[in-house]
């Protein structure tokens, strides 16, 4: 609970308990959540920022504008006869070669 007018609430629940315990535990919670909490939070926001900032400037000469660019080097590409031979081996599909003559006629 973070408000501008905290002490308002403090008052409130130690008039409404009578006792000083609600007063102290609201000091102690405000002094965490302001003091403690939002610097943790802030502390590792920054953190995170740094580590992508040198991150991004040890690796600034990638320049990815694909998910297939990064992976280029490792991809090892068929080629077309290795292609043809595998569409061949197709269990249900009969890929066979139209002979040339064939072309010439249906054209």
Same mark, same amino acid.
């Given at each position: 609970? @973070? ?41 590792l ?14 690796h ?9 660019? @990064? ?21 249900? @599909? ?14």
């Amino acid at each position: 609970m @973070i408000v501008n007018q905290w002490y308002v609430f403090v008052n409130g629940f130690r008039n409404a308990t009578d006792s000083i315990w609600s007063e102290l535990y609201f000091i102690f919670w405000y002094l965490f959540v302001t003091n403690i909490g939002l610097n943790i939070c802030l502390a590792l926001s920054g953190d995170i920022h740094d580590a992508k900032k040198k991150r991004a400037d040890q690796h600034e000469e990638l320049i990815v504008s694909n998910m297939y660019d @990064i992976y280029r080097s490792d991809i090892k590409e068929p080629t077309s006869t290795e292609i043809n031979q595998r569409l061949y081996q197709h269990p249900y @599909i009969n890929f066979r070669e139209i002979s040339s003559e064939r072309r010439i006629i249906s054209t």
